[in-house]
């Protein structure tokens, strides 16, 4: 087939213009290569978007750079041998990810592009067995499945396809075969068989937005519009997952007459703030009798040849990030769904906004980036875990999940634009990093959530280490925030409740900042093959609660980090997975929290024996929420 004409971008509103390939070749992709020369993380979009533009010869030389960046992690080495495989180098693609596999270990992606090399040499044996190896490294990799179906049906038709994804779909946490599976249920008019095969599947296939996107599209042609409210609706995350799913969530529910609850998605989908869903927004609002919902203005698009704006999404984090990564809501205080908000920002980076030589690429100071992310997410983490009030974080990502650091604040209105009144936060913080000749200067901005008036500011000059100022920024602005009548807690029984130690904050902040990288593939946002380098950032994790044996948060974080990777299906995990396992069998304290833990944790590492001993050592804990907790245990699959 030959190579579309045009190049598709997209400006700020979404809306789709075309560029010819020539055009955008020569005098857009270099200035987009240059500006991201210097940082791996832009870098590689615009590798990746080059490859599936079939721009394989523009983007070869920026493939080898992001693996000169990535020093020779698996990221790299896998984009550089795609580009080569694509630009005709066959022999030095094969070599750049065999020499992967000798450093990173094996994984399903290695596996199945040796597989596509094999087969582009006509040998077939070597490709099958490549592929095998692939399901057998990651069962939910999807272009190994999607190849793997497309033999079956060459050799015995749907009924082989459907056969090959029941014996898939039974095995524990394979769950992109369960959803291939239950879409061609759906098709076949199966939708008891399809709605089974989803109930055990569907948190799994929640981390794939377009999985899930497929989904309820399947449910909806089906008309199984009760159970795709029931099965998606509990797992649609309006600020992770695409748009469509909730727009299918949306229909289905004005079919069925659930208003309330159509109007509470509908607010949920408007606070999103995007352009591209205005008009189709505006039509739901007239149905359900709402006022259309206005965005925010969006920088006019750039004309042809110059550098198209970059889409921002924000992405937000309620409460300790680690929370999220256990599912154990009892780690951490009861709040009162009406009590206070306070909302983070991730940090700029000051020297962003200085005026720079046009020519030169905008360097990311690494270690402010780093901080940027870390120290909100401590401060959020504080907030609430020992005042009375809830917290959340935002956080700009790009897509495909690449970290976004800003040069300034944010407007207070752009942030909250579109949160209905009663889910506006008290207080929003943001802060600004810098570099200063005598060290760092920290300062933490403090707004209201209703108008936007700053009310207070937290200021830190000359600072020597960034990472050991939390405990400092932290009683500070737990100070001011008592005198705004937000009172300070008395520490929970538990030791999530407890601060890193002095020495040991700035490993807990690297942990933190570690966890965020980790939580993006995990939950769909982005894939692991963004990762830099994943034993480093499961190591950082790790390190968190070597360095706090008596804080149960730092504790928290490497198991999280843990659970986030077997999420994604990592294969750096093997040594972390066994000093976890070491640190549940020699924790001292039996009510500390990687006990109470144990039994969650254990059933995730694959000793289903171990966590069952857990539960019953564990069984009359009178935590409250815990005895819940542990139930929920029985209908979660294991993660290999």
């Known amino acids: 087939m030959a190579a579309k004409e045009t190049i598709t971008v997209y400006d700020q509103q979404g809306q789709p213009r075309e560029i010819p390939r020539a055009e955008f070749t020569e005098k857009v992709l270099p200035k987009l290569l240059e500006a991201a020369w210097n940082q791996p993380e832009q870098l590689y979009q615009q590798v ?23 020093q020779g992690r698996e990221r790299g080495r896998v984009l550089l041998s795609a580009a080569q495989f694509q630009c005709g180098q066959h022999d030095l693609a094969e070599t750049t990810l065999r020499t992967s596999i000798e450093r990173n270990g094996e994984s399903a992606v290695c596996a199945v592009n040796l597989a596509r090399m094999r087969q582009a040499r006509g040998d077939e044996d070597g490709a099958q067995t490549l592929l095998s190896r692939a399901l057998e490294l990651d069962a939910n990799q999807e272009m190994a499945l999607s190849w793997s179906c497309q033999l079956m049906q060459q050799a015995g038709g749907e009924a082989a396809v459907l056969e090959f994804l029941g014996d898939l779909s039974a095995a524990p946490g394979n769950w992109r075969a369960a959803g291939w599976l239950a879409q061609q249920r759906l ?39 009760a159970e795709m409210v029931e099965l998606v609706g509990a797992v649609y995350d309006e600020r ?43 039509a739901f609002a007239q149905q359900l009798g709402l006022p259309v919902p206005t965005v925010a203005p969006q920088p006019a698009q750039a004309a042809p040849g110059q550098q ?6 924000l992405f937000m984090v309620q409460g300790p990030l680690w929370m999220q990564g256990l599912g154990a809501p009892w780690l951490g205080p009861q709040k009162d769904p009406k009590g206070p908000l306070v909302t983070f920002v991730g940090f700029a980076d000051e020297a962003l906004a200085k005026v720079q030589d046009p020519k ?13 992310r870390a120290l909100p997410l401590y401060l959020a983490e504080s907030v609430h875990l020992r005042t009375a009030a809830r917290s959340d974080l935002v956080v700009p990502l790009l897509p495909g999940g690449a970290f976004v650091v800003m040069g300034q604040m944010w407007p207070t209105e752009a942030l909250l634009k579109g949160r209905p009144a009663e889910t506006r936060p008290a207080f929003v913080v943001q ?18 959530g209703a108008g936007g008036k700053e009310v207070h500011r937290i200021r830190r000059s000359g600072v020597a280490k960034l990472e050991e100022q939390a405990l400092g920024l932290e009683d500070e602005l737990l100070g001011w925030l008592a005198q705004q009548n937000i009172a300070r807690t008395a520490p929970g029984a538990l030791d999530s409740f407890a601060r890193p130690s002095a020495a040991g904050q700035g490993a807990h902040l690297i942990g933190l900042g570690n966890l965020l990288m980790l939580c993006v593939p995990a939950i769909g946002l982005g894939s692991r093959e963004s990762l830099a380098n994943e034993k480093e950032i499961l190591e950082g994790c790790l390190e968190a609660a070597r ?21 994604f299906g ?40 171990k966590s069952d001993a857990a539960r019953a050592e564990l069984a009359n804990v009178s935590l409250p929420g815990y005895s819940e907790w542990l139930a929920t245990l029985d209908a979660k699959p294991e993660t290999k």
């Open 360 to 372: 030169a690429p905008t360097r990311v100071d690494e270690e402010l980036a780093r901080m940027a």
């Open 48 to 70: 990746v978007f080059g490859l599936e533009n079939g721009l394989h010869n523009a983007v070869l030389a920026a493939a080898a750079r992001l693996d000169e960046l990535d």
């Open 570 to 609: 990592s294969n750096q995990a093997d040594g972390a997975k066994a000093e976890l396992a070491g640190m549940m069998e020699k924790d001292p304290d039996p009510q500390g929290v990687l006990s109470l833990l144990s039994p969650g944790l254990w059933l995730r590492l694959g000793d289903k024996a």
């Open 308 to 313: 198209q704006q970059v889409e921002i999404r």
């Open 187 to 225: 098709r076949g008019q199966q939708t008891g068989a399809a709605v089974e095969s989803l109930r055990r599947s569907i948190t799994g296939i929640a981390q794939d937005p377009n999985a899930l996107m497929a989904i309820s599209a399947e449910l909806g042609k089906a008309g199984a519009l």
């Open 547 to 567: 360095r706090n044996s008596a804080c149960g948060g730092s504790k928290v974080i490497a198991a999280a980090g843990i659970m986030f990777a077997l999420r």
């Open 431 to 448: 802060g600004a990093l810098a570099r200063e000749a005598a060290g760092f200067k920290v300062e933490l901005m403090v707004c209201e």
């Open 240 to 282: 992770r997952q695409r748009p469509e799913t909730g727009f299918n969530l949306l229909r289905a529910l004005i079919e069925l007459k659930r208003t309330e609850e159509a109007k509470a998605l509908f607010g949920r989908l408007a606070a999103l703030n995007l352009p591209p869903l205005a008009q189709a927004l505006g």
